[in-house]
C-alpha cells in the first residue's frame, strides 16, 4: 500500500510526524511526504504554508498513479481555505482513490466524496498523537485497511440510545464527521445522500456552541433525509450531561434511531470507519457496523500485517 501524506490545515509537529510515518513504515506502507508536508505560513503560524501549495500537494497525491491513499496528517484548521483553490476538474480526471482524516479535514472528505466519489476513512491521522502514540487507535485504522472481510465495529462502554424515544435500527451510507466542520460547510457542500446513517462528533465547543452547530445544520436541511444518527466523542464540550440533553432536545424530534456514545472522534482508541459506506445503526445495542464495499481499496491485497482482535459484541433487541 502507498500512502501520501498531505497537510491541508495546521502546521505538523516534526517529532510527531516522524513516530507517525514510522509506526506506517513498520506495518510495510511506502510512504511517501507531500512537497510542502513541513511548511509553515509565513504570516499565519496556525497554518501549514501557503494555501496554494498545500492544495498544490493535495492535487500531486490525489494525480499521481503511484499513491494508493491520500491521508490528512493533522487537522487544526485551513481546509476550509482550500475548496475553492483546488481544481476539481483536474482531481476528476484521476480515477477515485481513497482519502483519510477527520477534524478540520471533514470538509476535505466530504468534498472528495461528493464531488468525486471518493472512498474516505474518517478516523486518526498520522501526524497527531491520537495514532502515533495511541496503540489502540492505530490498531483501529490498520485493521480498517487491511481486513476488507469483515464489518468495522464501533461501539462505546455507556453506547447506547441517546433517548428511549431515539431507539431502534437503521441501515444506510455512512456521512458526516466533525459537526462544527459539517456546519460550516452547510449551504455550499450538498447535505448526506437520502437514507445515510450521519455520524456527528466535536471537541471543545460549549453546548451552546453545539447547540448553533447542529440548529445551522437542521435550517440547512442535512437531517432532512438521515436514516440515523450516530453520536461519538464531545471531548472538552462542558458537562456531557448538557451535551446530551441539547441533542436530545435537537434530535430526538427527528424520529430516526440516534445512538450516543460511540467510540469516534476526538478520544483515545477512536475508530477508524469508513465513509460512504453501507452501515447498520443499532441504537437499542449502540453498535455501529459498516462494511467495505468491494473493490473500494484494491492494492493488490492486504500488505499490512495483522492479527486478529476479538470484538466485544452485543445482540439487538
Request: aromatic residues 6%; charged residues 15%; contains cysteine.
Amino acid at each position: 500500500m502507498r500512502v501520501a501524506l498531505v497537510a491541508p490545515a495546521g502546521p505538523l509537529p516534526p517529532e510527531v510526524l516522524t513516530a507517525g510515518a514510522a509506526r506506517l513504515a513498520r506495518w510495510g506502507v511506502h510512504v511517501t511526504q507531500g512537497t510542502h508536508l513541513r511548511d509553515r505560513h509565513p504570516t499565519l503560524p496556525y497554518l501549514a504554508g501557503t494555501d496554494t501549495d498545500r492544495a498544490a500537494d493535495i492535487t500531486a497525491a490525489w494525480c499521481d498513479p503511484a499513491v494508493d491513499v491520500v491521508a490528512c496528517a493533522r487537522g487544526g484548521y485551513g481546509g476550509l481555505r482550500l475548496l475553492d483553490l483546488l481544481d476539481w476538474d483536474t482531481l476528476a480526471a484521476t480515477p477515485p482513490k481513497l482519502v483519510m482524516g477527520s477534524s478540520d479535514t471533514t470538509a476535505l472528505l466530504h468534498a472528495f466524496m461528493t464531488r468525486l466519489g471518493a472512498p474516505a476513512v474518517f478516523g486518526p491521522m498520522i501526524a497527531t498523537n491520537g495514532f502515533a502514540t495511541d496503540p489502540v487507535a492505530a490498531r483501529k485504522l490498520r485493521d480498517c485497511l487491511c481486513r476488507h472481510d469483515r464489518p468495522v465495529t464501533v461501539t462505546g462502554v455507556d453506547a447506547g440510545p441517546l433517548t428511549d424515544t431515539t431507539a431502534g435500527t437503521a441501515t444506510g451510507v455512512t456521512a458526516g464527521g466533525n459537526a462544527s466542520l459539517l456546519a460550516a460547510v452547510a449551504g455550499t457542500e450538498p447535505p448526506p445522500p437520502p437514507g445515510a446513517i450521519l455520524l456527528l462528533e466535536d471537541v471543545t465547543e460549549d453546548p451552546y456552541r453545539l447547540d448553533g452547530i447542529i440548529t445551522r445544520l437542521l435550517r440547512a436541511g442535512w437531517f432532512a433525509q438521515v436514516a440515523g444518527i450516530a453520536l461519538g466523542a464531545w471531548t472538552d464540550c462542558g458537562p456531557l450531561t448538557q451535551v446530551r440533553a441539547m441533542l436530545a432536545d435537537r434530535l430526538a424530534p427527528l424520529g430516526v434511531p440516534v445512538a450516543w456514545g460511540l467510540t469516534f472522534g476526538h478520544c483515545p482508541g477512536e475508530a477508524s470507519i469508513p465513509l460512504g459506506a453501507p452501515a447498520e445503526l443499532d441504537a437499542d445495542a449502540g453498535i455501529l457496523r459498516v462494511r467495505w464495499p468491494a473493490g473500494w481499496l484494491n492494492t493488490g491485497g492486504p500488505p499490512i500485517p495483522h492479527r486478529v482482535v476479538a470484538t466485544r459484541t452485543s445482540s439487538a433487541r
